[in-house]
Protein backbone atom coordinates (compact mmCIF):
# COMPACT_ATOMS: atom_id res chain seq x y z
CA UNK A 1 0.00 0.00 0.00
CA UNK A 2 1.21 3.36 -0.57
CA UNK A 3 2.19 5.43 2.46
CA UNK A 4 0.50 8.57 2.76
CA UNK A 5 2.04 12.70 2.67
CA UNK A 6 0.71 15.22 4.00
CA UNK A 7 2.72 18.78 3.87
CA UNK A 8 1.14 22.04 5.78
CA UNK A 9 2.23 25.12 3.90
CA UNK A 10 2.74 28.56 5.29
CA UNK A 11 4.13 31.64 3.27
CA UNK A 12 3.83 32.72 -0.07
CA UNK A 13 3.11 31.20 -3.21
CA UNK A 14 6.57 30.38 -4.04
CA UNK A 15 6.28 27.93 -1.17
CA UNK A 16 2.68 26.78 -2.58
CA UNK A 17 4.68 25.61 -6.08
CA UNK A 18 7.64 24.35 -3.89
CA UNK A 19 5.18 22.04 -1.77
CA UNK A 20 3.44 20.75 -4.47
CA UNK A 21 7.10 19.96 -6.34
CA UNK A 22 7.81 18.06 -2.87
CA UNK A 23 4.30 15.79 -3.33
CA UNK A 24 6.14 15.15 -7.43
CA UNK A 25 9.10 14.46 -5.89
CA UNK A 26 8.17 11.96 -3.01
CA UNK A 27 5.39 10.00 -5.49
CA UNK A 28 8.17 8.68 -7.03
CA UNK A 29 9.17 7.40 -3.72
CA UNK A 30 5.93 5.62 -3.07
CA UNK A 31 4.06 8.35 -1.32
CA UNK A 32 0.85 9.56 -2.02
CA UNK A 33 -0.64 13.12 -0.88
CA UNK A 34 -2.84 13.06 1.58
CA UNK A 35 -5.11 15.64 3.61
CA UNK A 36 -4.74 15.49 6.97
CA UNK A 37 -1.95 14.35 9.97
CA UNK A 38 -3.97 11.32 11.30
CA UNK A 39 -4.09 9.32 7.68
CA UNK A 40 -0.18 10.84 7.13
CA UNK A 41 3.31 8.53 7.40
CA UNK A 42 5.27 11.53 6.68
CA UNK A 43 4.45 14.84 7.61
CA UNK A 44 6.24 18.05 5.86
CA UNK A 45 5.62 21.71 7.35
CA UNK A 46 6.93 23.70 4.54
CA UNK A 47 7.46 27.14 6.37
CA UNK A 48 7.95 31.27 6.42
CA UNK A 49 10.32 33.10 8.09
CA UNK A 50 9.13 36.63 7.10
CA UNK A 51 7.94 37.43 10.07
CA UNK A 52 8.58 36.85 13.63
CA UNK A 53 4.35 35.29 13.86
CA UNK A 54 5.16 33.45 10.60
CA UNK A 55 8.40 31.67 11.94
CA UNK A 56 6.66 30.90 15.47
CA UNK A 57 3.67 28.49 13.44
CA UNK A 58 6.47 26.01 13.04
CA UNK A 59 7.39 25.38 16.80
CA UNK A 60 3.84 25.29 17.77
CA UNK A 61 2.76 22.75 15.15
CA UNK A 62 6.08 20.41 16.09
CA UNK A 63 4.63 20.00 19.83
CA UNK A 64 1.02 18.79 18.02
CA UNK A 65 2.76 16.50 15.24
CA UNK A 66 4.94 14.84 18.15
CA UNK A 67 1.71 14.25 19.61
CA UNK A 68 0.76 12.34 16.95
CA UNK A 69 3.65 10.60 15.99
CA UNK A 70 4.17 9.41 19.86
CA UNK A 71 0.25 8.11 19.29
CA UNK A 72 1.24 6.50 16.28
CA UNK A 73 4.13 4.50 17.59
CA UNK A 74 2.78 3.41 20.03
CA UNK A 75 -0.09 1.72 17.62
CA UNK A 76 2.85 0.05 15.93
CA UNK A 77 2.83 3.24 13.21
CA UNK A 78 6.01 5.17 12.24
CA UNK A 79 5.26 8.92 11.04
CA UNK A 80 8.26 10.98 9.67
CA UNK A 81 8.34 14.37 10.27
CA UNK A 82 9.86 17.18 7.70
CA UNK A 83 10.44 20.84 7.98
CA UNK A 84 11.14 22.43 5.11
CA UNK A 85 10.93 25.75 3.18
CA UNK A 86 12.00 29.50 4.78
CA UNK A 87 12.91 28.56 8.86
CA UNK A 88 14.71 25.30 8.04
CA UNK A 89 17.22 27.35 5.93
CA UNK A 90 17.09 29.93 8.72
CA UNK A 91 17.18 27.83 11.46
CA UNK A 92 18.49 24.43 10.54
CA UNK A 93 20.56 22.17 13.03
CA UNK A 94 18.48 24.43 15.66
CA UNK A 95 15.30 22.82 14.85
CA UNK A 96 16.46 19.58 15.80
CA UNK A 97 17.96 21.00 18.98
CA UNK A 98 14.40 22.02 19.35
CA UNK A 99 12.95 19.13 18.36
CA UNK A 100 14.61 16.07 18.13
CA UNK A 101 11.86 13.88 17.01
CA UNK A 102 11.92 15.87 13.58
CA UNK A 103 13.17 13.69 11.15
CA UNK A 104 14.22 15.66 8.14
CA UNK A 105 15.43 19.40 7.65
CA UNK A 106 15.33 20.56 4.05
CA UNK A 107 15.68 23.94 2.23
CA UNK A 108 14.29 25.71 -0.41
CA UNK A 109 17.02 24.21 -2.59
CA UNK A 110 16.85 20.59 -1.73
CA UNK A 111 14.34 19.32 -2.45
CA UNK A 112 15.01 16.90 -5.42
CA UNK A 113 17.14 15.47 -2.05
CA UNK A 114 14.23 14.50 -0.16
CA UNK A 115 13.65 10.85 -1.17
CA UNK A 116 17.25 10.28 -0.63
CA UNK A 117 17.13 11.96 2.83
CA UNK A 118 13.95 9.54 4.06
CA UNK A 119 15.73 6.83 2.48
CA UNK A 120 18.43 7.73 4.71
CA UNK A 121 16.36 8.66 7.75
CA UNK A 122 15.07 5.18 7.14
CA UNK A 123 18.54 3.47 7.50
CA UNK A 124 20.20 5.14 9.60
CA UNK A 125 17.45 5.75 12.44
CA UNK A 126 18.95 9.21 12.27
CA UNK A 127 17.39 12.78 11.32
CA UNK A 128 19.29 13.95 7.96
CA UNK A 129 19.84 17.96 7.16
CA UNK A 130 19.81 19.26 3.69
CA UNK A 131 20.78 22.80 3.54
CA UNK A 132 22.99 23.37 0.17
CA UNK A 133 22.72 25.95 -2.39
CA UNK A 134 23.67 24.27 -5.48
CA UNK A 135 25.01 25.69 -8.54
CA UNK A 136 21.91 24.11 -11.03
CA UNK A 137 18.60 24.68 -9.96
CA UNK A 138 16.44 22.82 -8.18
CA UNK A 139 13.29 22.91 -10.29
CA UNK A 140 15.42 21.34 -13.28
CA UNK A 141 16.69 18.45 -10.84
CA UNK A 142 12.72 17.72 -10.02
CA UNK A 143 10.63 15.39 -11.50
CA UNK A 144 7.78 16.21 -14.24
CA UNK A 145 4.23 17.04 -12.29
CA UNK A 146 1.96 14.25 -12.51
CA UNK A 147 -0.44 15.78 -9.90
CA UNK A 148 -1.06 18.28 -10.72
CA UNK A 149 -4.22 19.78 -12.93
CA UNK A 150 -5.43 22.55 -11.67
CA UNK A 151 -7.16 25.09 -14.50
CA UNK A 152 -5.37 28.46 -12.30
CA UNK A 153 -1.31 27.18 -12.26
CA UNK A 154 1.56 28.63 -10.92
CA UNK A 155 5.06 28.28 -12.53
CA UNK A 156 8.16 28.95 -10.89
CA UNK A 157 10.11 31.08 -12.91
CA UNK A 158 13.00 32.84 -11.01
CA UNK A 159 13.87 32.28 -7.33
CA UNK A 160 16.28 34.08 -4.88
CA UNK A 161 16.87 37.74 -4.53
CA UNK A 162 20.16 40.03 -4.55
CA UNK A 163 18.13 43.45 -3.28
CA UNK A 164 19.05 42.75 0.23
CA UNK A 165 16.29 45.27 1.12
CA UNK A 166 17.13 45.85 5.29
CA UNK A 167 14.17 44.02 6.74
CA UNK A 168 13.86 41.01 4.77
CA UNK A 169 15.38 37.27 5.26
CA UNK A 170 14.41 36.27 2.03
CA UNK A 171 17.98 36.82 0.43
CA UNK A 172 19.01 34.61 3.25
CA UNK A 173 16.62 31.99 2.81
CA UNK A 174 16.30 31.77 -0.92
CA UNK A 175 19.52 32.47 -1.94
CA UNK A 176 20.56 34.39 -5.33
CA UNK A 177 18.84 35.38 -7.51
CA UNK A 178 18.18 32.95 -10.28
CA UNK A 179 15.87 32.60 -13.64
CA UNK A 180 14.68 29.14 -15.33
CA UNK A 181 15.97 28.85 -18.96
CA UNK A 182 12.85 30.14 -21.16
CA UNK A 183 12.66 26.36 -22.56
CA UNK A 184 11.63 25.02 -19.15
CA UNK A 185 9.78 27.40 -18.27
CA UNK A 186 7.38 27.03 -21.77
CA UNK A 187 8.05 23.55 -21.40
CA UNK A 188 6.09 22.90 -18.23
CA UNK A 189 3.81 25.30 -19.06
CA UNK A 190 2.92 23.51 -21.97
CA UNK A 191 2.27 20.61 -19.86
CA UNK A 192 0.11 22.05 -17.60
CA UNK A 193 -1.82 23.19 -20.45
CA UNK A 194 -1.98 19.61 -21.77
CA UNK A 195 -3.99 19.03 -18.12
CA UNK A 196 -6.27 21.41 -18.30
CA UNK A 197 -4.78 24.88 -17.09
CA UNK A 198 -6.32 28.36 -18.49
CA UNK A 199 -4.76 30.70 -16.19
CA UNK A 200 -0.48 30.58 -15.29
CA UNK A 201 0.67 32.61 -12.48
CA UNK A 202 4.23 32.80 -13.19
CA UNK A 203 6.30 33.42 -9.67
CA UNK A 204 9.10 34.62 -8.13
CA UNK A 205 10.47 36.50 -5.32
CA UNK A 206 11.37 39.26 -7.99
CA UNK A 207 10.15 37.82 -10.52
CA UNK A 208 10.14 41.02 -12.74
CA UNK A 209 14.00 40.51 -12.57
CA UNK A 210 14.00 37.57 -14.75
CA UNK A 211 16.28 37.22 -17.17
CA UNK A 212 16.27 33.73 -18.69
CA UNK A 213 18.67 31.83 -21.32
CA UNK A 214 16.74 31.51 -24.79
CA UNK A 215 17.37 28.49 -26.97
CA UNK A 216 19.49 30.66 -29.58
CA UNK A 217 21.57 32.00 -26.36
CA UNK A 218 19.99 35.47 -25.93
CA UNK A 219 18.49 36.57 -22.86
CA UNK A 220 14.68 36.89 -22.17
CA UNK A 221 13.26 39.43 -19.92
CA UNK A 222 9.88 38.92 -18.55
CA UNK A 223 8.21 40.57 -21.25
CA UNK A 224 9.42 38.39 -23.72
CA UNK A 225 8.79 35.44 -21.29
CA UNK A 226 5.10 36.00 -21.20
CA UNK A 227 4.21 36.92 -24.61
CA UNK A 228 5.61 33.15 -25.34
CA UNK A 229 3.17 32.12 -22.42
CA UNK A 230 0.66 33.88 -24.18
CA UNK A 231 1.29 31.80 -27.34
CA UNK A 232 0.86 28.62 -25.58
CA UNK A 233 -2.85 26.96 -27.47
CA UNK A 234 -5.32 27.06 -23.98
CA UNK A 235 -3.60 29.58 -22.03
CA UNK A 236 -5.85 32.48 -21.30
CA UNK A 237 -4.92 34.39 -18.32
CA UNK A 238 -1.34 35.24 -17.40
CA UNK A 239 -0.41 36.85 -13.74
CA UNK A 240 2.50 37.12 -12.45
CA UNK A 241 4.18 38.05 -8.81
CA UNK A 242 6.17 39.60 -6.65
CA UNK A 243 8.00 42.30 -8.82
CA UNK A 244 10.35 44.99 -7.34
CA UNK A 245 9.61 48.55 -9.01
CA UNK A 246 13.01 48.66 -10.06
CA UNK A 247 12.54 45.78 -12.37
CA UNK A 248 9.60 47.62 -14.11
CA UNK A 249 10.72 48.07 -17.69
CA UNK A 250 9.52 49.59 -20.07
CA UNK A 251 8.62 46.71 -22.01
CA UNK A 252 7.35 44.91 -19.24
CA UNK A 253 5.25 47.58 -19.15
CA UNK A 254 4.25 48.30 -22.43
CA UNK A 255 3.72 44.77 -22.44
CA UNK A 256 0.17 45.26 -20.27
CA UNK A 257 -1.27 47.55 -22.90
CA UNK A 258 -0.86 45.04 -26.02
CA UNK A 259 -0.80 41.14 -24.28
CA UNK A 260 -4.66 40.00 -23.84
CA UNK A 261 -3.88 37.48 -21.74
CA UNK A 262 -2.25 39.30 -19.23
CA UNK A 263 -4.66 40.03 -16.93
CA UNK A 264 -5.03 43.93 -15.43
CA UNK A 265 -3.69 43.23 -12.20
CA UNK A 266 -0.18 43.67 -10.91
CA UNK A 267 0.90 43.49 -7.39
CA UNK A 268 3.94 45.71 -7.01
CA UNK A 269 5.04 46.65 -3.60
CA UNK A 270 6.32 49.88 -2.48
CA UNK A 271 6.61 49.43 1.33
CA UNK A 272 6.86 52.72 2.50
CA UNK A 273 6.11 56.36 1.22
CA UNK A 274 8.85 58.82 2.61
CA UNK A 275 11.80 58.41 0.95
CA UNK A 276 14.12 58.47 3.93
CA UNK A 277 12.61 55.01 5.10
CA UNK A 278 12.92 53.91 1.48
CA UNK A 279 16.52 54.53 1.93
CA UNK A 280 17.12 53.03 4.94
CA UNK A 281 15.19 50.05 3.67
CA UNK A 282 17.83 49.78 0.91
CA UNK A 283 14.43 49.76 -1.52
CA UNK A 284 16.74 51.56 -4.08
CA UNK A 285 13.20 53.23 -5.29
CA UNK A 286 12.21 56.24 -4.16
CA UNK A 287 8.09 57.06 -3.66
CA UNK A 288 8.05 59.41 -7.17
CA UNK A 289 9.39 56.71 -9.08
CA UNK A 290 7.17 54.91 -8.13
CA UNK A 291 3.97 56.77 -9.22
CA UNK A 292 5.81 57.26 -12.52
CA UNK A 293 5.29 53.64 -12.56
CA UNK A 294 1.67 53.64 -11.73
CA UNK A 295 1.27 56.67 -14.14
CA UNK A 296 2.69 54.67 -17.19
CA UNK A 297 1.01 51.14 -16.08
CA UNK A 298 -2.53 53.46 -16.01
CA UNK A 299 -1.72 55.23 -19.54
CA UNK A 300 -0.83 51.85 -21.11
CA UNK A 301 -4.51 50.25 -19.22
CA UNK A 302 -6.53 52.32 -17.78
CA UNK A 303 -8.56 49.49 -16.05
CA UNK A 304 -5.24 48.14 -13.95
CA UNK A 305 -5.94 46.91 -10.34
CA UNK A 306 -2.81 47.65 -8.43
CA UNK A 307 -2.15 45.91 -5.18
CA UNK A 308 1.23 46.69 -2.90
CA UNK A 309 2.88 45.73 0.37
CA UNK A 310 3.60 48.13 3.08
CA UNK A 311 5.47 47.97 6.73
CA UNK A 312 4.61 50.27 9.26
CA UNK A 313 7.02 51.24 12.12
CA UNK A 314 10.08 50.60 10.32
CA UNK A 315 13.41 51.70 12.70
CA UNK A 316 13.11 55.70 12.68
CA UNK A 317 10.06 55.91 11.20
CA UNK A 318 8.42 59.49 12.18
CA UNK A 319 4.67 60.85 12.08
CA UNK A 320 5.71 62.31 9.10
CA UNK A 321 6.92 59.31 7.06
CA UNK A 322 3.79 57.44 7.92
CA UNK A 323 1.78 60.49 6.77
CA UNK A 324 4.07 60.22 3.56
CA UNK A 325 2.74 56.83 3.31
CA UNK A 326 -0.31 57.58 3.84
CA UNK A 327 -0.56 60.38 1.22
CA UNK A 328 1.23 57.85 -1.48
CA UNK A 329 -2.15 54.91 -0.82
CA UNK A 330 -4.23 58.58 -1.22
CA UNK A 331 -2.59 59.30 -4.83
CA UNK A 332 -2.72 55.79 -6.30
CA UNK A 333 -6.16 54.36 -5.40
CA UNK A 334 -5.08 51.01 -4.77
CA UNK A 335 -7.71 48.06 -5.54
CA UNK A 336 -6.28 45.83 -2.63
CA UNK A 337 -3.10 45.96 -0.08
CA UNK A 338 -1.00 44.35 2.08
CA UNK A 339 -0.18 45.87 5.39
CA UNK A 340 2.15 44.49 8.11
CA UNK A 341 4.26 45.87 11.46
CA UNK A 342 7.90 45.84 10.92
CA UNK A 343 9.01 42.85 12.43
CA UNK A 344 12.44 42.14 13.46
CA UNK A 345 14.23 39.28 11.93
CA UNK A 346 17.80 38.00 13.47
CA UNK A 347 20.21 38.79 10.83
CA UNK A 348 19.05 41.14 8.74
CA UNK A 349 20.62 44.94 9.45
CA UNK A 350 17.52 46.95 9.93
CA UNK A 351 16.88 44.29 12.81
CA UNK A 352 20.12 46.43 14.75
CA UNK A 353 18.74 49.61 14.16
CA UNK A 354 18.79 51.72 17.45
CA UNK A 355 15.52 53.55 16.89
CA UNK A 356 12.64 50.81 16.74
CA UNK A 357 8.98 51.75 16.98
CA UNK A 358 6.90 51.05 20.04
CA UNK A 359 4.17 48.18 19.51
CA UNK A 360 1.97 50.30 20.18
CA UNK A 361 2.54 52.79 17.44
CA UNK A 362 3.06 50.47 15.13
CA UNK A 363 -0.43 49.19 16.07
CA UNK A 364 -2.12 52.18 15.62
CA UNK A 365 -0.08 53.18 12.29
CA UNK A 366 -1.41 49.79 10.66
CA UNK A 367 -4.93 50.25 11.86
CA UNK A 368 -4.65 53.22 10.16
CA UNK A 369 -3.22 52.72 6.64
CA UNK A 370 -5.39 49.33 7.08
CA UNK A 371 -8.67 51.04 7.36
CA UNK A 372 -7.34 53.95 3.83
CA UNK A 373 -6.55 50.61 2.52
CA UNK A 374 -9.82 49.12 2.91
CA UNK A 375 -11.98 52.09 2.38
CA UNK A 376 -10.01 51.95 -1.24
CA UNK A 377 -10.84 48.21 -1.81
CA UNK A 378 -14.01 48.51 -1.26
CA UNK A 379 -14.78 51.16 -3.49
CA UNK A 380 -12.62 49.48 -6.40
CA UNK A 381 -15.08 46.26 -5.82
CA UNK A 382 -18.08 48.72 -5.78
CA UNK A 383 -17.44 49.80 -8.85
CA UNK A 384 -17.87 46.14 -10.29
CA UNK A 385 -21.50 46.61 -9.75
CA UNK A 386 -23.41 45.87 -12.60
CA UNK A 387 -20.64 44.89 -14.98
CA UNK A 388 -19.97 41.54 -16.79
CA UNK A 389 -16.61 39.99 -15.88
CA UNK A 390 -15.02 36.63 -17.14
CA UNK A 391 -14.51 34.79 -14.18
CA UNK A 392 -12.63 31.32 -13.74
CA UNK A 393 -15.06 29.28 -11.77
CA UNK A 394 -12.50 26.89 -10.35
CA UNK A 395 -13.31 26.61 -6.94
CA UNK A 396 -15.99 25.29 -4.51
CA UNK A 397 -17.57 28.08 -2.67
CA UNK A 398 -18.46 27.52 1.41
CA UNK A 399 -22.43 26.93 0.53
CA UNK A 400 -23.93 24.03 -1.32
CA UNK A 401 -23.76 24.76 -5.00
CA UNK A 402 -21.99 27.57 -4.33
CA UNK A 403 -18.37 28.46 -7.20
CA UNK A 404 -15.95 31.03 -6.18
CA UNK A 405 -13.41 32.39 -8.78
CA UNK A 406 -11.12 34.98 -9.31
CA UNK A 407 -11.72 38.16 -11.72
CA UNK A 408 -9.62 39.67 -14.10
CA UNK A 409 -8.81 42.33 -11.33
CA UNK A 410 -7.94 39.38 -8.83
CA UNK A 411 -11.34 39.48 -6.98
CA UNK A 412 -12.79 36.75 -5.11
CA UNK A 413 -16.41 36.21 -7.20
CA UNK A 414 -18.75 33.91 -5.66
CA UNK A 415 -21.67 32.25 -7.83
CA UNK A 416 -24.90 30.50 -6.64
CA UNK A 417 -25.67 27.67 -8.08
CA UNK A 418 -23.12 27.25 -10.48
CA UNK A 419 -21.84 23.77 -10.43
CA UNK A 420 -22.57 22.78 -13.69
CA UNK A 421 -19.70 25.74 -14.55
CA UNK A 422 -17.47 24.62 -11.80
CA UNK A 423 -14.33 24.90 -13.88
CA UNK A 424 -14.61 27.37 -16.62
CA UNK A 425 -13.99 30.66 -17.41
CA UNK A 426 -17.60 31.85 -17.79
CA UNK A 427 -19.12 35.54 -18.03
CA UNK A 428 -20.46 36.62 -14.96
CA UNK A 429 -22.48 39.71 -13.92
CA UNK A 430 -21.98 41.19 -10.79
CA UNK A 431 -25.00 41.76 -8.32
CA UNK A 432 -23.11 42.61 -5.49
CA UNK A 433 -19.90 43.89 -3.44
CA UNK A 434 -18.22 43.46 -0.05
CA UNK A 435 -15.01 44.60 1.54
CA UNK A 436 -13.17 41.47 0.09
CA UNK A 437 -15.40 39.76 -2.49
CA UNK A 438 -17.89 39.95 -5.08
CA UNK A 439 -20.97 38.27 -6.00
CA UNK A 440 -22.34 37.36 -9.22
CA UNK A 441 -24.60 35.86 -11.63
CA UNK A 442 -23.90 33.70 -14.70
CA UNK A 443 -24.94 35.34 -17.99
CA UNK A 444 -23.05 34.25 -21.07
CA UNK A 445 -24.54 30.72 -22.80
CA UNK A 446 -22.30 30.63 -25.66
CA UNK A 447 -18.78 31.12 -23.77
CA UNK A 448 -20.23 28.20 -21.43
CA UNK A 449 -20.56 25.49 -24.15
CA UNK A 450 -17.01 26.14 -25.41
CA UNK A 451 -16.32 25.90 -21.30
CA UNK A 452 -18.12 22.76 -20.79
CA UNK A 453 -16.03 21.04 -23.29
CA UNK A 454 -12.97 22.37 -22.12
CA UNK A 455 -14.57 20.98 -18.16
CA UNK A 456 -15.07 17.13 -19.87
CA UNK A 457 -11.70 16.83 -21.31
CA UNK A 458 -10.48 17.92 -17.82
CA UNK A 459 -12.74 15.80 -16.58
CA UNK A 460 -11.37 12.89 -18.59
CA UNK A 461 -7.98 13.74 -16.60
CA UNK A 462 -8.66 12.97 -13.73
CA UNK A 463 -10.70 9.77 -14.31
N1 LIG B 1 9.80 39.97 -2.99
C1 LIG B 1 8.76 40.78 -2.55
C2 LIG B 1 8.24 40.51 -1.15
C3 LIG B 1 8.64 39.37 -0.33
S1 LIG B 1 8.03 39.30 1.30
C4 LIG B 1 9.17 42.23 -2.68
O1 LIG B 1 10.21 42.54 -3.12
O2 LIG B 1 8.44 43.09 -2.28
C5 LIG B 1 6.39 39.90 1.27
C6 LIG B 1 6.20 41.12 2.08
O3 LIG B 1 6.44 40.88 3.45
C7 LIG B 1 7.14 42.25 1.74
O4 LIG B 1 6.75 42.95 0.60
C8 LIG B 1 7.07 43.10 2.97
O5 LIG B 1 6.03 44.04 2.91
C9 LIG B 1 6.77 42.10 4.07
N2 LIG B 1 7.92 41.91 4.95
C10 LIG B 1 9.13 41.41 4.62
N3 LIG B 1 9.96 41.44 5.68
C11 LIG B 1 9.25 41.96 6.71
C12 LIG B 1 9.56 42.27 8.07
N4 LIG B 1 10.74 42.04 8.59
N5 LIG B 1 8.57 42.80 8.84
C13 LIG B 1 7.35 43.05 8.32
N6 LIG B 1 7.01 42.79 7.05
C14 LIG B 1 7.95 42.25 6.25
FE1 LIG C 1 12.93 40.85 0.31
FE2 LIG C 1 13.49 43.14 -0.82
FE3 LIG C 1 14.18 40.90 -2.02
FE4 LIG C 1 11.63 41.58 -1.88
S1 LIG C 1 13.24 42.69 -2.99
S2 LIG C 1 12.50 39.57 -1.46
S3 LIG C 1 11.51 42.57 0.10
S4 LIG C 1 14.99 41.65 -0.11
FE1 LIG D 1 8.09 33.31 3.56
FE2 LIG D 1 10.19 32.28 2.41
FE3 LIG D 1 8.11 33.00 0.95
S1 LIG D 1 10.20 33.64 4.10
S2 LIG D 1 7.31 34.70 2.11
S3 LIG D 1 8.15 31.40 2.46
S4 LIG D 1 10.24 33.17 0.40
Known amino acids: MAKKLYIKTYGCQMNAYDSDRMADVLAAGGYEPCSNVEDADMVIVNTCHIREKASEKLYSDLGRLRLEKDAKARAGRRMLIGVAGCVAQADGEEILARAPYVDVVVGPQSYHQLPELVADVIATAKPQIALEFEEQAKFDLLPESTLRSDMAAFVSVQEGCDKFCTFCVVPYTRGAEYSRSVTTVLDEVKRLADRGAVEISLLGQNVNAYHGIAPDGSEWGLAKLIEAVANIHGIQRIRYTTSHPMDMQDDLIAAHGEIDALMPFLHLPIQSGSDAILKAMNRKHTASHYLNIVEKLRKVRPDIALSSDFIVGFPGESDADFEATLSLVETVEFAQAYSFK ?117 QKIHA
Open 342 to 458: YSIRPGTPAGDYAAQIDEAVKEERLARLQDVIGTQQQRFNRRMVGTVQQVLLDKEGKRKGQCKGRSPYMQSVFVENAVHYRNSLVDVKIVAAYANSLLGEIVSADTQGENAAHGQAR
